[in-house]
């Protein structure tokens, strides 16, 4: 059964503590892509990778930190330096530059 | 910088109604649009999405979307919405020769009222 997994559903952290975010593929894409979904403002991109070993900031990369150590995995964490962590976060993954496909969210709150 | 917008935020029809979902982008050079829908409680998913070719173009359950280059637009329609369409809508744009990354709109929330 092929898709993108991100877990947990749901997180809870208290104010000051790094948080990770799973996110698991296995379509074999190449890139992926970790979002934030904040209400009213759509999607804004977090970090992206092309291929192991290489990523890229995003839009609003400050306060987030990962890694793309396996083609399958790319890991989020969310830092302490993040001001306002609280948000749904979504991964992604695609062939190249071709279509996304997004996993089911994180939803991150911080208590 | 790149952007793109959804001018209708919040869309409440009633069932059988026709749905029009605007969406202007502010690139100008070659771009690939998409539309993606999340109902309630699931997955974002592609509803349908343009590169190149005939400007209009299919989807998924009935959806259908103009690439109006002119215009900068890619408009979401579909003849006849029912219940089960109620979810948010958001349009996407990359430019064909970067990197893959997708700028969204806002977003559109649609209810429909049985």
């Known amino acids: 059964d092929g898709g993108i997994t991100q877990s947990p559903k749901y997180l809870f952290r208290k104010e000051g503590q790094n948080v990770t975010l799973s996110c698991e593929q296995n379509?074999?894409?190449?890139?992926m892509y970790w979002y934030r979904q904040d209400p009213g403002q759509g999607l804004r991109l977090i970090y992206y990778?092309?291929?192991?070993?290489?990523?890229q900031k995003g839009d609003i990369a400050e306060g987030y930190s990962v890694s793309r150590e396996k083609k399958e995995s790319f890991p989020l964490t969310v830092t302490s330096a993040q001001k306002n962590p609280t948000a749904f976060y979504l991964c992604?993954?695609?062939?190249?530059?071709?279509?996304?496909?997004f996993g089911p969210g994180t939803r991150l709150t911080v208590l | 910088a790149q952007s793109v917008s959804q001018h209708n935020h919040h869309v409440i029809l009633s069932e059988a109604a026709s749905l029009e979902l605007g969406c202007n982008y502010s690139?100008?050079?070659?771009?690939?649009l998409f539309w993606y829908v999340q109902y309630p409680g699931q997955h974002l998913q592609l509803l349908l999405k343009?590169?190149?070719?005939?400007?209009l173009v299919k989807g998924i359950k009935g959806f259908e979307a103009e690439f109006i280059k002119s215009k900068f637009s890619f408009n979401l329609r579909k003849p006849s919405v029912q219940w089960s369409d109620t979810a948010e809508y958001f349009c996407?744009?990359?430019?064909?020769?970067?990197?893959?990354?997708?700028?969204f709109g806002q977003g559109t929330t649609l209810q429909v009222k049985p």
């Open positions: 992604a993954s695609s062939v190249s530059t071709d279509t996304q496909y």
């Open positions: 379509l074999n894409h190449d890139a």
């Open positions: 990778s092309q291929i192991v070993n290489d990523f």
């Open positions: 690139y100008g050079g070659t771009v690939n």
């Open positions: 343009y590169f190149s070719g005939d400007p």
């Open positions: 996407a744009v990359t430019r064909s020769s970067n990197t893959g990354k997708l700028i």
